[in-house]
């Protein structure tokens, strides 16, 4: 009993920690976690318009709450949403037509993503009422994994664009990364990312291929919010749009289904990744709270929706570095930063093959932890039902979001709905599992046997 009771004990605890890694480890950890985080978020509100210092502020306060309300032992961390950008595009388009301005129109779209992190609470209610096993009985690895390897694969081509700016500077990038998690020693092996960001930035910058104007134009210290770009400066100006608002709401909320379905299955591969069944204890309810409210409240202020980042779940797999205490110190850096306009410029100068290079590996990251996903969990594809399930899932999420129009868009009344590839994929794929005949069982995560995983 005694040797049972060790043993479970060594599983529990991740490889590294803040005890065996002290307060200097500690930070430069947080650090890289800040900069995966980093190129993904930021590019959010470059492709939207929404500013980037509140996209920062609240990424780390929506990081923070997350961790409060799970009990900090949940190592994730809360940024940009990339699901709902058809959305801001879709009511910026509407907004167009009324004769607004982009940055008129924006607050209307946070209007509709706020609506959309209700739903969050929703499906938390469902799971506190009837328990998380018998929600995941709707999202098992079939559908969860399928999705997973799809996201990786949809942000893939991103990636590759940005590293055709300069491949050289995009293969320094993956180089440093590939050889300090190989052959790195001590502290060099557990930050791959953050010295392949580092030494790309670094050839890029003595290379001439990065513009510090808008670095020394930018101030040192700035407000992060400005009261007219957020929901709350649009309801007070006395000129609403009402029709815009409904039209938002109905635009944006549908996406929320694709975002809880990655939300379910980041927090099913952080799972197995850390040895520890997270859907279960502090439980989904807590952690689809944290995602819901952090989205709603980064919403109402004029930053994006907020995700559980694939991203970082990347970091955790290749540095096995668990502590959640890690993922807050990225949370403290960004709300920090977040005051300060000329570090945004900064990383705003970064050459877009250094986040393309790291991003590669990320983003293949991010699909393996999905086919592991249905592996670890012993996924049977000798029932055809499963493989129908996981093809029309894969089908539908690659060939909408690759196709001529990036979505499928329908009229409802005289308003024009648009889904992407992976809220079209999710919700088909939650239905045909629900319906398909097979014997029904509950499931939870697979976390046995998932040291492997750091090897990918």
Known sequence: MKMGKEKNAAVDSPIYDARTLGAPKMLVLGVQHLFAMFGATVLVPILTGLSVSATLLFAGLATLFMHLVTGKKVPVFLGSSFAFLGGYAAVVASGAEAGLSQSEALPYACIGVACAGLLYLVLSAVCKAFGSKTVMRYFPPVVTGPIIIAIGLILAPSAINNCSTNWWIALVAIVV?????????????IVPILMGVLVSYLVAGITGNVDFSGVKAAAWIGLPVQMKDTVFGLLTSGNVNGGLVVSSIIMIVPIAFATMME???????ISGAIEKNLIEDPGLHR??????????????FGAPANTTYGENTGVLVLTKVYDPLVVRIAAYFAIILSFCPKFAALISAMP??????????????????GVRNMVENHTDFQKSRNVIVAAVILGLALGVNFSANGSISFAVGSMNIALSGIAVASIVGIVLNAILPDKREEYMPNTENSSSLGKF
């Open 177 to 189: 990364v590939i050889v300090c998690n190989i052959w790195g020693k001590g502290m060099i092996k």
């Open 263 to 269: 939300h379910v299955g980041d927090i099913s591969a």
């Open 287 to 300: 952690t689809l709270i944290g995602d819901g409210i952090g989205t709603k409240i980064a919403a109402l």
């Open 352 to 369: 877009a093959a250094t986040i393309g290079g790291v991003s590669i590996i990320l983003y293949g990251m991010i699909s393996a932890v």
